[in-house]
């Protein structure tokens, strides 16, 4: 049995610097000729039935806007009504040529199995699925009392779309549409202080990830990896071991730091414009490839990084990381946080 794994190693070898040289040369060239011409010739939107998943405010809120204004039909779910009504109302008002507001608890199956059905009784089709919504915590895994509650954490982040894409694959099927799953870029560089949060992206990812082999060509798939943006977690909302959603800012600088704030308007628009070209992911800011390549050719270098910024002693809370000093230096804010993000104030409603 060793001879065997001797010879499968270097046929391995064998097989991956031939692979390298024949193949990966065409291949990027076929994926540069098809990025150009899907770029000059990019989905036409008009009328297309779109379902955003966490659209009361941020980025799906945004989404909502760029997607109205290319003329399609909207489906708008989140569990804040009101909030989800004025949403609708601005996309009618923006272009969309009709949009249905559907209050949901989108971690329950029975209330996703609702709004697809909804969606199919309304427009009879269904073309995009864009999930979005998502919950941050920011405790150190250690200092958790019970890693169990932050089960409602995982409900939204990775069961809420796993449901919602359950239900929807069929009339996705149909119309041979796309599924745009929202991830984050933290997911791929293991940031301190989201252990569970990352844990829920990265499950979510791996979900798109398996789910996009298993379908080929039927259903296409756009991860969609943000970086930081201006929405109501960069505002320091975050999910508590107490099952409550809070606003804590001085928490929110020590995870952020001076890591500069997209604004969600820009962002929607250049995510928006990658889905149309039929991308299969979008990172966004696109300099964050560069923080990536870090995380992935030098590692120690990047861990030895997060931890001087993010971790504290134990004892020593997270206020005092170096992260939380650098934001409060003079005008640091003022230069790399949106004045929206500055507000505690969130949609309670």
């Known amino acids: ?142 200092e958790m009392a019970d890693p169990f509650h932050f089960q409602a954490l995982m409900d939204v982040n990775f069961w809420g779309p796993v449901y919602t894409t359950y239900f929807a694959l069929p009339h996705l099927k149909r119309s041979r549409g796309r599924i745009v799953g929202v991830t984050s870029f933290s997911a791929y560089t293991n940031i301190p202080r989201m252990t569970m949060y990352n844990a829920s992206k990265g499950a979510v990812r791996n979900f798109y990830h398996t789910l996009r082999i298993e379908l080929g060509a039927d259903i296409d798939i756009t991860e969609i990896i943000p970086g930081v943006i201006e929405s109501e977690l960069t505002k320091g909302k975050i999910f508590t071991e107490e099952g409550r959603l809070e606003v804590d800012q001085d928490l929110r600088d020590a995870s952020l730091g001076i890591v500069p704030i997209e604004r969600t308007k820009a962002f929607a628009h250049a995510v928006v414009e990658r889905v149309r070209s039929g991308a299969r992911w979008v990172l966004e800011p696109p300099w964050y490839i560069g923080l990536y390549y870090i995380r992935v050719l030098i590692p120690e270098v990047a861990e030895w990084g997060m931890r001087l910024l993010y971790v504290t002693p134990p004892g020593v809370p997270a206020t005092e990381d170096l992260a939380k000093k650098l934001a409060d230096l003079p005008f640091v804010k003022e230069i790399l946080y949106p004045p929206s993000v500055r507000s505690p104030e969130i949609k309670r409603d």
């Open 1 to 142: 049995m060793g001879l065997i794994y001797s010879l499968m190693d270097k046929v391995a070898a064998l097989f991956l610097f031939i692979s390298l040289l024949l193949f990966l040369p065409p291949l990027y060239l076929f994926k540069f000729i098809n990025s150009f011409l899907s770029s000059r010739f990019p989905e036409n939107l008009t009328n297309k039935v779109v379902l955003i998943v966490g659209a009361s405010s941020g980025i799906g809120e945004h989404l909502a806007y760029e997607y109205a204004k290319r003329g399609a039909l909207l489906v708008l779910v989140a569990r804040r009504k009101n909030s989800l009504r004025d949403v609708a109302k601005m996309a009618e008002d923006i272009g969309s040529p009709g949009v249905l507001a559907i209050p949901a608890d989108y971690t329950k199956p029975d209330e996703c199995q609702r709004f697809i059905d909804t969606t199919i009784q309304n427009f009879g089709r269904l073309d995009h699925l864009v999930n979005v919504a998502g919950v941050v915590a920011l405790p150190l895994f250690e």
